[in-house]
C-alpha cells in the first residue's frame, strides 16, 4: 500500500517537473502582481510613544482623630489625605474609549478626509480646500456627506450628497469662502494651502462623525501597559503619513491630560462649594454655643471650673474624647445624608469630605458620581430620549440606592457606638454624685463647642487642600518619549512580495494542470456517452 502511493506521488512530481516551462511563466508572471504592491501600496511607517500616569498625592492629613470609629469615617472619604491608587486597566480603557479619540480626531480634523480623483491617498494639510463646520454641529453631526468639487474657469462646482439620508445637492459659486447649507448643516467651504479659482483641479472630501471614525481608530491603535509592576502605558500606532502618526499620538497624549484636569477641576469646585456652605452653617452653630457658654457662666458665676473639675477629667478624658469623635462623625455622616437625600440634589455628583486625591474608585460615592458624570456627558451630546441616556439614569438611580444604604448602615454604626459610649458615661457621672448640676450642664455646652470645632476644623482643612489642588498644574500623565517614528516601515514588505511570488509560481501552474486533467476527463466521459 506504502510503495503504491509512493510511486504515485512520483509519478505527479515528475509529472509536473515535466511542466517546467509553465512554472517558468508562472514564476514571471508573478512578479507582476508583487512589482505592483510594491509600487502602489502606501508605504507605512510605525510610531510610538510613552507616557507615565502619575499618582496623586493628597496636599495634606487631616489632623482630626477620629478613634474607634475611622474605618466608617473613611468608607465616606472623610479620614486623611493618602497617595491616590491608580488603576492601569482603567488608564488604558480611557486612553482608548471614544470619547478621547473622538477628541483627537477633531482637534486634528481627520474626519474631513481629502482626496484627489483616482487616488487610494488621503491628503493631510496639503489639500487646495478647505471644509469646516461650527463644533457644535460637528460633535452632533450623525450622517456621512460627501462632497464633489469641481473648480474650473473661474466657477466652483459642488456636489454633496448624503450616505444615510439619501439626500443630494448641486451648487455653483463664483468665489470661495462660501456656506453650503445642506441637510440643516451650514458647511463652510474655502480655498487653502495658497489655492485659488484660477487653478482647475477636482476633490473629493469626505465629512463624517467622529465618533464613526474612533470605531475603526480603536483598532489600529496599540495601547498596553509596558509592565504589571510600573505605571508606564505605551501607545502606537501605523500611518502612511509621517506628521499625521506622530501628531494622532501627541495630540492623544495632550487630550487625555486635558480630560483628567477638567475632571478634577469640576469634582473640586463642586467640593468647594459644598464646604464653603457647611462651614457657614457650622460658624453660626459654633457662635450660638459659645454664646450660651457665657451666658450660662455668667449666670451660674462660672470662673475656673476646669479647676474644680480636675479631679474628674483626667478619668473621664479617654471616654470624652472618644464621645466627640463619634458625635463629629454623626454630624458630619448627617450632613452627607441632608446633601444626597435634597431632591435639588438628585443628580449632582456627592462632594466628598476627602482628601484632594480621590482615588477610591471602588467606592458606593465614587461610581456614583462617574455614573453623574457620565449622564451628564450624554445629556450634552444628545437628548433625555435616547436610550443609553435613559439606561444610564436608570443606572445613576441604582447607585443611589447604594449610596442610601452605606449612609444608612454608617448611622447605624455610629448611633450604637454613641449609644454605648454615653451608656459608659452614665455610670460615672452616677458615682460622682458631689459633681454639681451646673458642671454637668456645663460640660455638655463645652462638648458641643468642641464637637462643631472639630467639624470646623476638618471642613476648613478640606477647603484649603481643595483651594490648593485648584491651583495646581500638574499633568495627570507624563509625557516620558513624545511620538516618535520607528526605524524600519511596516509596509510594503519584500517579504509579503517575497511569499506572494512563490505561492503564484506554485498555484498558478498547479491549478491549470489540474483544471486540463479534469476538462480532459470530462471531454473523454462525453465522447464515451456519445
Given at each position: 500500500m506504502k510503495d503504491s502511493e509512493t510511486v504515485g506521488l512520483k509519478g505527479i512530481i515528475v509529472r509536473y517537473m515535466r511542466q517546467w516551462k509553465l512554472f517558468l511563466i508562472a514564476f514571471a508572471l508573478s512578479f507582476?502582481?508583487?512589482?505592483l504592491y510594491l509600487t502602489f501600496y502606501p508605504r507605512t511607517y510605525e510610531f510610538a510613544a510613552r507616557l507615565q500616569v502619575q499618582e496623586d498625592m493628597g496636599v495634606g492629613s487631616v489632623g482630626f482623630g477620629l478613634g474607634e470609629a475611622a474605618g466608617i469615617m473613611k468608607s465616606f472619604g472623610l479620614g486623611g489625605g493618602s497617595m491616590g491608587s491608580v488603576s492601569i486597566e482603567d488608564e488604558i480603557s480611557l486612553l482608548s474609549s471614544s470619547r478621547l479619540l473622538s477628541r483627537m480626531i477633531l482637534e486634528l480634523g481627520l474626519n474631513v478626509e481629502y482626496t484627489e480623483p483616482y487616488s487610494f491617498y488621503k491628503m493631510y494639510r496639503e489639500a487646495p480646500l478647505k471644509l469646516t463646520l461650527d463644533s457644535t454641529a460637528m460633535l452632533r453631526l450623525d450622517d456621512q456627506y460627501r462632497f464633489t468639487v469641481s473648480v474650473s474657469k473661474g466657477k466652483i462646482n459642488v456636489k454633496v450628497k448624503s450616505k444615510l439620508g439619501k439626500e443630494k445637492a448641486r451648487y455653483t459659486f463664483?468665489?470661495?469662502p462660501a456656506v453650503i447649507a445642506f441637510d440643516g448643516q451650514q458647511f463652510t467651504l474655502d480655498f487653502d494651502n495658497g489655492a485659488s479659482a484660477d487653478r482647475s483641479f477636482k476633490l473629493k472630501i469626505d465629512c463624517m462623525p467622529a465618533s464613526w471614525l474612533a470605531e475603526s481608530f480603536a483598532g489600529d491603535?496599540?495601547?498596553e501597559e509596558v509592565s504589571k509592576s510600573s505605571n508606564?502605558?505605551?501607545?502606537?500606532?501605523?500611518?502612511?503619513?509621517r506628521e499625521r502618526g506622530k501628531a494622532m499620538l501627541d495630540v492623544l497624549m495632550q487630550v487625555y491630560n486635558s480630560d483628567a484636569a477638567s475632571f478634577r477641576q469640576e469634582t473640586d469646585g463642586q467640593t468647594l462649594d459644598f464646604v464653603d456652605g457647611r462651614i457657614d452653617g457650622i460658624?453660626?452653630?459654633?457662635?450660638d454655643v459659645e454664646w450660651k457658654i457665657e451666658k450660662y457662666k455668667t449666670a451660674n458665676r462660672l470662673t475656673l471650673l476646669e479647676s474644680d473639675v480636675l479631679f474628674y477629667t483626667e478619668q473621664m478624658k479617654e471616654l470624652q474624647t472618644k464621645i466627640i469623635e463619634t458625635e463629629a462623625e454623626s454630624r458630619l455622616i448627617r450632613m452627607m445624608d441632608d446633601y444626597v437625600k435634597d431632591p435639588e440634589n438628585r443628580y449632582n455628583t456627592i462632594p466628598s469630605l476627602l482628601s484632594v486625591s480621590e482615588g477610591e474608585k471602588g467606592s458606593a460615592i465614587g461610581l456614583y458620581n462617574e455614573a453623574i458624570l457620565e449622564r451628564d456627558r450624554l445629556l450634552k451630546n444628545s437628548s433625555e430620549s435616547n436610550p443609553a441616556f435613559r439606561s444610564m439614569s436608570a443606572?445613576?438611580?441604582?447607585?443611589?440606592?447604594?449610596?442610601y444604604m452605606m449612609i444608612e448602615n454608617a448611622e447605624k454604626t455610629c448611633s450604637e457606638t454613641l449609644a454605648d459610649l454615653k451608656?459608659?458615661?452614665?455610670?460615672?457621672?452616677?458615682?460622682?454624685?458631689?459633681?454639681?448640676?451646673q458642671e454637668r450642664e456645663y460640660m455638655n455646652y463645652?462638648?458641643?463647642?468642641?464637637i462643631l470645632q472639630g467639624v470646623y476644623v476638618v471642613l476648613l482643612q478640606k477647603r484649603e487642600e481643595t483651594v490648593l489642588s485648584l491651583g495646581q498644574e500638574k499633568d495627570h500623565a507624563r509625557v516620558i518619549d513624545p511620538a516618535y517614528i520607528l526605524k524600519k516601515p511596516v509596509g510594503p514588505r519584500m517579504l509579503y512580495a517575497a511569499i506572494g511570488i512563490m505561492a503564484l509560481t506554485l498555484l498558478l501552474p498547479v491549478g491549470f494542470l489540474f483544471v486540463k486533467d479534469i476538462w480532459r476527463e470530462l471531454a473523454a466521459e462525453y465522447k464515451r456517452a456519445g
Amino acid at each position: 500500500m506504502k510503495d503504491s502511493e509512493t510511486v504515485g506521488l512520483k509519478g505527479i512530481i515528475v509529472r509536473y517537473m515535466r511542466q517546467w516551462k509553465l512554472f517558468l511563466i508562472a514564476f514571471a508572471l508573478s512578479f507582476i502582481p508583487a512589482i505592483l504592491y510594491l509600487t502602489f501600496y502606501p508605504r507605512t511607517y510605525e510610531f510610538a510613544a510613552r507616557l507615565q500616569v502619575q499618582e496623586d498625592m493628597g496636599v495634606g492629613s487631616v489632623g482630626f482623630g477620629l478613634g474607634e470609629a475611622a474605618g466608617i469615617m473613611k468608607s465616606f472619604g472623610l479620614g486623611g489625605g493618602s497617595m491616590g491608587s491608580v488603576s492601569i486597566e482603567d488608564e488604558i480603557s480611557l486612553l482608548s474609549s471614544s470619547r478621547l479619540l473622538s477628541r483627537m480626531i477633531l482637534e486634528l480634523g481627520l474626519n474631513v478626509e481629502y482626496t484627489e480623483p483616482y487616488s487610494f491617498y488621503k491628503m493631510y494639510r496639503e489639500a487646495p480646500l478647505k471644509l469646516t463646520l461650527d463644533s457644535t454641529a460637528m460633535l452632533r453631526l450623525d450622517d456621512q456627506y460627501r462632497f464633489t468639487v469641481s473648480v474650473s474657469k473661474g466657477k466652483i462646482n459642488v456636489k454633496v450628497k448624503s450616505k444615510l439620508g439619501k439626500e443630494k445637492a448641486r451648487y455653483t459659486f463664483a468665489s470661495l469662502p462660501a456656506v453650503i447649507a445642506f441637510d440643516g448643516q451650514q458647511f463652510t467651504l474655502d480655498f487653502d494651502n495658497g489655492a485659488s479659482a484660477d487653478r482647475s483641479f477636482k476633490l473629493k472630501i469626505d465629512c463624517m462623525p467622529a465618533s464613526w471614525l474612533a470605531e475603526s481608530f480603536a483598532g489600529d491603535f496599540m495601547i498596553e501597559e509596558v509592565s504589571k509592576s510600573s505605571n508606564v502605558i505605551e501607545l502606537g500606532c501605523t500611518d502612511h503619513v509621517r506628521e499625521r502618526g506622530k501628531a494622532m499620538l501627541d495630540v492623544l497624549m495632550q487630550v487625555y491630560n486635558s480630560d483628567a484636569a477638567s475632571f478634577r477641576q469640576e469634582t473640586d469646585g463642586q467640593t468647594l462649594d459644598f464646604v464653603d456652605g457647611r462651614i457657614d452653617g457650622i460658624m453660626s452653630e459654633l457662635h450660638d454655643v459659645e454664646w450660651k457658654i457665657e451666658k450660662y457662666k455668667t449666670a451660674n458665676r462660672l470662673t475656673l471650673l476646669e479647676s474644680d473639675v480636675l479631679f474628674y477629667t483626667e478619668q473621664m478624658k479617654e471616654l470624652q474624647t472618644k464621645i466627640i469623635e463619634t458625635e463629629a462623625e454623626s454630624r458630619l455622616i448627617r450632613m452627607m445624608d441632608d446633601y444626597v437625600k435634597d431632591p435639588e440634589n438628585r443628580y449632582n455628583t456627592i462632594p466628598s469630605l476627602l482628601s484632594v486625591s480621590e482615588g477610591e474608585k471602588g467606592s458606593a460615592i465614587g461610581l456614583y458620581n462617574e455614573a453623574i458624570l457620565e449622564r451628564d456627558r450624554l445629556l450634552k451630546n444628545s437628548s433625555e430620549s435616547n436610550p443609553a441616556f435613559r439606561s444610564m439614569s436608570a443606572q445613576v438611580d441604582k447607585l443611589r440606592s447604594a449610596v442610601y444604604m452605606m449612609i444608612e448602615n454608617a448611622e447605624k454604626t455610629c448611633s450604637e457606638t454613641l449609644a454605648d459610649l454615653k451608656s459608659k458615661e452614665k455610670l460615672l457621672l452616677d458615682r460622682m454624685k458631689e459633681v454639681p448640676m451646673q458642671e454637668r450642664e456645663y460640660m455638655n455646652y463645652k462638648r458641643q463647642q468642641e464637637i462643631l470645632q472639630g467639624v470646623y476644623v476638618v471642613l476648613l482643612q478640606k477647603r484649603e487642600e481643595t483651594v490648593l489642588s485648584l491651583g495646581q498644574e500638574k499633568d495627570h500623565a507624563r509625557v516620558i518619549d513624545p511620538a516618535y517614528i520607528l526605524k524600519k516601515p511596516v509596509g510594503p514588505r519584500m517579504l509579503y512580495a517575497a511569499i506572494g511570488i512563490m505561492a503564484l509560481t506554485l498555484l498558478l501552474p498547479v491549478g491549470f494542470l489540474f483544471v486540463k486533467d479534469i476538462w480532459r476527463e470530462l471531454a473523454a466521459e462525453y465522447k464515451r456517452a456519445g
